[in-house]
């Protein structure tokens, strides 16, 4: 069973321009929620797809924005992006059990570096 | 106020010292807590979950001080492979689960 995936693992763009980073959760796992890390500080909370509508949103600008697919599989999409963009983007893939318990699993993550 | 707070850090310690991590949160409506580890340019992985009557898996122990709204992680025994930054994260239910992490805490265990 294929855990979190992302794609790609890196990527360089310059500033205005647009990007793409795509995920795939776990199987069995219905939520994606996205997250961007700059260096040295936590995972910051972008936002949560479930059932193809963004559930929640975290405090970022419009400039970021998302998709989730049938298949659970989602995508992130920063448009003019700019210098303060560079970070790493993680994709984390979660469901309640049927006991309740939280659980949720990251993927590997996509650097972005913005030039 | 940051809503999920964790020591400064870095730890610096010798191998088989004891080191002990702490985080604050400041919403009385969080249900639910981890520890996770992040290895340096990876991803976070769940180390632990942190209940109220304390748990331990082997040299690992979580507490968990609801009125004091205060979690701790403690490490017995470092081993030079427990260096890694290590994120106090908290789950504050509303109308759906809302997942906080801490800045993080480094440690490195020095031979």
């Known amino acids: 069973d294929a855990g979190v995936t992302q794609s790609p693992t890196h990527l360089i763009k310059t500033r205005g321009q647009q990007v793409t980073l795509r995920c795939s959760p776990k199987?069995?796992?219905?939520?994606v929620s996205w997250y961007q890390q700059a260096l040295g500080q936590g995972p910051q909370f972008i936002f949560q797809y479930y059932e193809e509508e963004e559930r929640q949103r975290g405090n970022f600008p419009d400039r970021f924005s998302g998709h989730q697919f049938p298949n659970y599989s989602s995508e992130l999409n920063v448009n003019a992006l700019l210098l303060g963009d560079s970070a790493l983007y993680l994709c984390a893939s979660s469901l309640v059990t049927s006991g309740g318990t939280y659980e949720q699993y990251f993927g590997p993550g996509t650097r972005l570096t913005v030039t | 106020r940051k809503e999920v707070e964790q020591d400064p850090g870095p730890f610096n310690v010798p191998e088989g010292a004891t080191v002990a991590f702490n985080c604050t949160y400041s919403n009385s409506a969080s249900q639910s807590f981890f520890w996770y580890r992040q290895d340096c340019r990876k991803e976070p992985k769940l180390l632990m979950s942190v209940y109220s009557s304390g748990n331990e898996d082997g040299r690992f122990t979580a507490q968990l001080n609801r009125a004091s709204q205060y979690i701790s992680l403690l490490i017995r025994d470092s081993k030079l492979s427990d260096s890694a930054t290590y994120l106090c994260?908290?789950?504050?239910?509303?109308?759906?689960?809302?997942?906080?992490f801490g800045p993080g805490t480094s440690l490195s265990v020095i031979p």
């Open positions: 199987s069995g796992h219905d939520t």
């Open positions: 994260v908290v789950i504050v239910k509303t109308s759906y689960d809302k997942v906080i």
